[in-house]
C-alpha cells in the first residue's frame, strides 16, 4: 500500500519500470529496487496488494492480526493503515490496530518504552489466539 503510494509519486517523472527500478536503484531505495524485481511493475504490485485483494473480494485467508502503528509514519501513512484495518474487518477478519503517538516507521526496531508496549501487545495477541484455540474457537 504504502508501495504504492510511492510509486504514484515517482510515475509523475518516470513511467517505464526498468527506469524505476534503476531510480531505485540511484537513491539507494534497496527494499524498493528489490520488490521491484520481484513483480515487476505496477500491474504486479497491484494484483498482490493486500488492499486491492480485500476490495476486490478475492478468496483471501483471514487470520487474526495484530497492525502495530506509529502515528509519524512517513512510510506507510496512518489513514491508509486505518483504511486496511477497516476493510479487514469488514471482510470478515478480526484485527487489533494499536497505535503509537510520535512514533514513525520501524517503531519497534529501538530499545525503549515503545519497543517493551510493542512486545506486551503481541505477547497479549498470540496469548488471546491461542486461548481462542483451545476454546475450539477457531
Do not use: C
Not at 513511467?15 to 527500478?21: F, N, V, Y
Not at 527494499?31 to 483471501?60: H, N
Not at 469488514?90 to 514513525?104: D, I, K, S, T, W
Request: neutral net charge.
Amino acid at each position: 500500500m504504502a508501495l504504492v503510494d510511492s510509486l504514484k509519486r515517482v510515475r509523475r517523472d518516470i513511467r517505464d519500470g526498468g527506469a524505476l527500478k534503476q531510480l531505485a536503484r540511484e537513491v539507494r531505495w534497496a527494499d524498493l529496487a528489490t520488490i521491484m524485481d520481484y513483480f515487476v511493475d505496477e500491474t504486479g504490485l497491484r494484483e498482490a496488494s493486500p488492499q486491492l485483494i480485500l476490495e476486490r473480494r478475492e478468496p483471501a485467508e483471514m487470520p487474526p492480526i495484530l497492525v502495530l502503528h506509529g502515528m509519524a509514519d512517513d512510510q506507510a501513512p496512518p489513514a491508509m493503515v486505518a483504511r486496511f484495518a477497516a476493510t479487514y474487518g469488514q471482510a470478515g477478519g478480526l484485527v487489533e490496530l494499536a497505535l503509537f503517538l510520535n512514533e514513525g516507521h520501524g517503531l519497534l526496531n529501538q530499545s525503549g518504552p515503545t519497543r517493551e508496549r510493542g512486545v506486551k501487545l503481541r505477547q497479549s495477541f498470540v496469548a488471546r489466539q491461542l486461548a481462542a484455540i483451545d476454546a475450539g474457537w477457531s
